[in-house]
């Protein structure tokens, strides 16, 4: 599977877009962009997930550039329960989900 | 639902005890997943189950390290005999055949302590 670049952390107004970059220059053809988060002591919980065309979904939008090779998870009007941190992982055909650092988003009043 | 239930939610033991931690996956879920999760290591996947069958035990850290999936409905995860560097957080996730549905649901986990 693709290796996945992420900022460390990020900050966020609470009701800004919190705009989340992620990098993944070895994409291949069929490994999919997925997105997860965890809450502080929690599990951690699916958000979206999209191949190449930009996905929308209750919790959030994730925009996957032509070539690829980086997406952006946008929380439209981020609240401080959206303070997490944020995975982005590139699957393949496989069951696996290879975690990785994640980015640090503290949303903040 | 009541989503994934993994038992006990902490566990305190000293080192060399038997641990055995405990997972109900959602009805209905043919696939299993443990994680383990550490600050220096991160979230990182140990083994995982289709149809009850192990089908890559690659993340198992060694032969203390034992699961099973006797049935659709549970598993476990043993350490025997434990050490203090085992202390992390257990994760069970479950979900359907890929390609049906991409997500896998998470569990909240155990946090195990070995003194």
């Known amino acids: 599977d693709a290796k996945t670049t992420q900022p460390p952390s990020m900050d966020c107004a609470e009701g800004r877009a919190a705009n989340l970059p992620c990098n993944h220059s070895t994409i291949s053809g069929n490994e999919y962009v997925y997105w997860y988060r965890q809450i502080h002591s929690q599990g951690p919980q699916y958000i979206i997930h999209g191949l190449k065309n930009n996905e929308t979904n209750e919790m959030a939008s994730l925009i996957i550039t032509e070539d690829r090779k980086s997406s952006t998870l946008i929380l439209p009007h981020a609240t401080l329960r959206d303070t997490a941190v944020y995975y982005c992982i590139v699957r393949g055909n496989t069951d696996k989900l290879i975690f990785g650092t994640g980015t640090r988003l503290q949303v903040f009043p | 639902d009541a989503g994934v239930i993994q038992s006990p939610r902490h566990e305190v033991t000293e080192m060399g005890q038997e641990v055995t931690l405990r997972c109900k996956p959602i009805s209905g879920h043919n696939s299993l997943f443990w994680y383990r999760q550490t600050m220096m290591r991160g979230l990182e996947l140990l083994i995982y189950?289709?149809?009850?069958?192990?089908?890559?035990d690659s993340g198992m850290p060694e032969d203390r390290f034992s699961a099973k999936m006797p049935n659709a409905s549970f598993s476990t995860l043993k350490i025997q005999p434990s050490e203090p560097r085992d202390s992390a957080v257990y994760f069970c996730?479950?979900?359907?055949?890929?390609?049906?549905?991409?997500?896998?649901?998470f569990g909240p986990g155990t946090r195990l302590l070995v003194l």
């Open positions: 189950f289709n149809n009850n069958v192990p089908i890559d």
């Open positions: 996730a479950s979900s359907l055949p890929r390609g049906l549905e991409e997500t896998q649901y």
